[in-house]
Structure formats: structure tokens, C-alpha cells
């Protein structure tokens, strides 16, 4: 798979593993996470979305659509699902990017030229490459390739992966990878799969196996209010975490931002009236982990 799907290249990213790093972001993800902040990186297609606030009524999408797929007259997307072959072509010609084309097919030289053009601030900082999602695991012969790639050329690769995926794939992506942010949800099995959308039994156990071949794993634990952030969940993961030998743990506070995204995709928010964490909040869970002799981190 020389190509693959690609949703965003960040550059600069210093939430994303050690140093400054280009975050290479991969379309496609097998969970559905409630409070998800990408939710564009979710379907493993390209997509178009309308944002009907910078739309100035040109028509311009409307001539260009050669399937009659665009009804400006709608309340709000002005597509016609059913139609729309998600070619992108009325995006390129929105003078205000009302509408844009989320996911660009790359191959595996355009992904790597981009990454090598900051070069000289890895060298600087320490810092490197981190393939993100959506699951980057979902494109996984295109992802191999990429590691590969960015390994012969001597580049830092993280991977910020969900876990969920079969063993030897995870397996396979370990002999590539120098760093592994691995997201914990839920400890509780039936929780995980109520805001998930996926069982959290693969995950775990994939964790244990990777724990005993990969020296270099940072756990990430996304703090949900009301939703993983009670006492019980945390000592369960804490738990957890120590007895697989890992140490290093990162929580991070949820937040709002992407909600407007939801609009875009035409998908409800589930957690419209969720706050995030006080700094207290994300102390409290602090002490809790470190309980467990972990080093906690608060943030990317
Ligand atoms: S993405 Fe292509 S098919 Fe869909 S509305 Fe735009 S121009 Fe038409
Ligand atoms: S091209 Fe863009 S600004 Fe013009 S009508 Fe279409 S969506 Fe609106």
C-alpha cells in the first residue's frame, strides 16, 4: 500500500512526544469515542463538510457539482449525501472555504518529504515524527511503510495509537516505533463499550503484551468528566499501569475544542453540557496515580 489516507499534517506539534514533532494525522478509526476531538478523523473515507456561517452564496459549488449533489436551499448540509462522490471539486472553487474536502490520498514519498522539511528542528530539539488519527493502526501497511521510511532516514517516530487492533499488527509497528502514546479509556469493559463503541479487553491485553517487548511506552488518560474520572477508575487504572511495569503517565483535561466540528459532519455531540476539569480536578487524579509509583504528567 503505497498510498494512504491522510486527514492533517501538523507541524511544529509539542504536545505529541518529546522535542518539536510533525504530527502526520491518518483518517480512519475503529472507536467512536464521545468526547472525541477529531470527529473528521473518524471514517476511513474522504468526506466534504458545509460550514453555513462563511457561505456567501456564490453558487460556484453549485456549477461546478457535475451530480447535482448541492441544494443551497437546505437547512443544513447542502449536500445530497446519496449523490455526492466526495471528488472534492466544488471545494476547490468556494471562494470562502465554506466547504472543505477533509482527507487528501498521499503516497508514501509525498508523506515523508513533508516530514523531512523540518529536519533541522528535530535535530534541534530532540524531537521527530508522530503518526496520529483517527487510529493510525487502520492503515496499517500504509503506516508500516511510512515508519520504515522515516526510520532509514534516521527520524524519532511516536505512534499515538487506541491500542485496538490485532496483536501482530501492534507487534509489527513496535519494531518500527521508538515511542508509543497509548490512550487508556475505561477499565470497566461495559463502560468502555458504552462510550467507546468497542470492547476495551483487546486493548488492555495488547498493552500487557506490548509492555514486555517495548521499553518506551507513555500511557495517555483522557480525564471525561462523569465519565472515567470517579475514584474507582482511576485506582483501577493505576492498578493496572504498575503491575505491567509501565511509569509514565499523561492525563489530559478534556476539552471543547472540536465541538463545532460535529456541526460540520453532521453528527450530534454527545457531551454538550460537559465542563472541563479545574486544575484541582486533574491534581486530585494526580495523587491518586502517583499512589501507584507512577510519574504522572499533567498534559500532552
Ligand atoms: S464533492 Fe463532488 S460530487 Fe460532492 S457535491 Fe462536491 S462537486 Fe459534487
Ligand atoms: S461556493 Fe462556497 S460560498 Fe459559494 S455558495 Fe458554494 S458554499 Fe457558499
Redesign the pocket.
Given at each position: 500500500m503505497n498510498k494512504g489516507t491522510v486527514f492533517n499534517i501538523q507541524k511544529y506539534s509539542l504536545h505529541d512526544g518529546p522535542g518539536i514533532r510533525t504530527t502526520v494525522f491518518l483518517k480512519g478509526c475503529p472507536l467512536n469515542c464521545w468526547w472525541c476531538h477529531n470527529p473528521e478523523s473518524k471514517a476511513l473515507a474522504k468526506q466534504?463538510t458545509f460550514t453555513k456561517k462563511l457561505c456567501i452564496g456564490c453558487e460556484s459549488?453549485l456549477n461546478?457539482?457535475?451530480?447535482n449533489?448541492?441544494d443551497l436551499s437546505r437547512e443544513n448540509s447542502i449536500?445530497?449525501r446519496g449523490?455526492?462522490?466526495?471528488?472534492?471539486?466544488?471545494?476547490e472553487v468556494c471562494p470562502t472555504n465554506a466547504?472543505k474536502?477533509l482527507g487528501k490520498e498521499m503516497t508514501v514519498a509525498e508523506v515523508v518529504n513533508e516530514i523531512e522539511k523540518d529536519r533541522v528542528f528535530y535535530e534541534e530539539s530532540e524531537g521527530g515524527v508522530t503518526f496520529s488519527g483517527g487510529e493510525p493502526l487502520m492503515q496499517h501497511d500504509f503506516l508500516y511503510q511510512l515508519l520504515k521510511k522515516c526510520k532509514q532516514k534516521d527520524l524519532h517516530t511516536a505512534l499515538d495509537t487506541s491500542g485496538f487492533t490485532d496483536w501482530h499488527i501492534l507487534e509489527k509497528a513496535a519494531k518500527l516505533t521508538d515511542l508509543f502514546l497509548y490512550d487508556i479509556k475505561h477499565m470497566t469493559n461495559e463502560k468502555h463499550l458504552k462510550f467507546t463503541g468497542v470492547s476495551n479487553a483487546p486493548i488492555l491485553s495488547n498493552l500487557q503484551r506490548l509492555a514486555l517487548v517495548h521499553s518506551n511506552i507513555q500511557i495517555r488518560l483522557p480525564i471525561i468528566p462523569g465519565i472515567n474520572d470517579d475514584e474507582e477508575n482511576i485506582v483501577a487504572t493505576g492498578e493496572f499501569i504498575s503491575a505491567i511495569g509501565l511509569r509514565n503517565v499523561s492525563i489530559l483535561a478534556y476539552h471543547h475544542t472540536g465541538v463545532d466540528k460535529y456541526e460540520r459532519i453532521e453528527e450530534a455531540y454527545k457531551l454538550p453540557n460537559t465542563l472541563e476539569p479545574t486544575h484541582d480536578e486533574m491534581q486530585r487524579i494526580a495523587r491518586i496515580l502517583e499512589a501507584f509509583r507512577l510519574i504522572v504528567r499533567i498534559g500532552g
Open positions: 466534504v459549488c461546478r457539482c457535475e451530480n449533489a448541492i449536500f445530497d449523490k455526492c462522490k466526495r471528488c472534492g471539486s466544488c471545494s466547504i474536502l
